[in-house]
């Protein structure tokens, strides 16, 4: 079983940073695309940051400059760092990789709460 699993969420002030870190676990033989979504109360998953296999990244205009996403190939870990962050940025943030046990899926994360406080 493969498994996705954040940490690193919690609450901070407006203008401060976190860490989110996301272990891939499991029958894993290969990673292509991770990264990160986030879903607020009353609004749909959005799309945070991607990286690839060959650390090409993508961010939402949202986060440009303030958000920096990268990876571990080793040790098959995704990493978002929050820096400069807003109220706006509150919500539960998901990980998930593209990846290959068997077939190519994508597997999803549980998911952790960041909130910001004003």
């Known amino acids: 079983q493969v498994q996705l699993v954040e940490s690193g969420g919690g609450l901070v002030q407006a203008g401060g940073s976190l860490r989110l870190s996301c272990a891939a676990s499991g029958r894993i033989f290969s990673i292509n695309t991770m990264g990160w979504y986030r879903q607020a109360p009353g609004k749909q998953r959005e799309l945070v940051a991607v990286?690839?296999?060959?650390?090409?990244?993508n961010y939402v205009d949202s986060v440009k400059g303030r958000f920096t996403i990268s990876r571990d190939n080793a040790k098959n870990m995704v990493y978002l760092q929050m820096n400069s962050l807003k109220p706006e940025d509150t919500a539960a943030y998901y990980c998930?990789?593209?990846?290959?046990?068997?077939?190519?899926?994508?597997?999803w994360g549980q998911g952790t709460q960041v909130t910001v406080s004003s």
């Open positions: 998930y990789a593209e990846l290959y046990s068997g077939r190519w899926r994508d597997y």
């Open positions: 990286i690839t296999s060959g650390g090409t990244t």
